[in-house]
């Protein structure tokens, strides 16, 4: 979080929009999910589950930190072996089954 940041939400809405431009209108949180990672497992993570229904105005625009992005089905992530390290660990190990709950709720 930043000083400005209101909320963990906010911090997360403006981390997104550093660098995907911004957030779709149309996403619904439907639960957090708390990470720890590091050597000690100092450094925490916050994670929004969500929904995104369809929102034909918002346009993904990377910025200079990253180079590609694709939106793939959750069952194919589980799967993938090079995630993000947050993301790899909500759905391979720790999480894995608290984010199935939330996803089919």
């Known amino acids: 979080m930043d000083p400005e940041d209101l909320s963990l939400l906010d ?21 957090t999910i708390l990470t720890r990672r590091g050597k000690r497992n100092q450094k ?29 089905p959750i069952k194919e992530a589980v799967e993938m072996k090079d995630l993000h390290p947050i993301v790899q660990k909500l759905l391979q190990t720790d999480h894995r089954q608290k984010v199935a709950q939330i996803l089919s709720a």
């Open 11 to 31: 911090a997360a809405i403006r981390e997104a929009t550093e660098e995907i431009g911004g957030v779709p209108t149309t996403y619904q949180v439907r639960d």
């Open 44 to 72: 925490h993570f916050t994670v929004f589950i969500t929904q995104l229904l369809p929102d034909k105005g918002f346009n993904i625009t990377l910025n200079d930190e990253h180079i590609e992005y694709k939106w793939i």
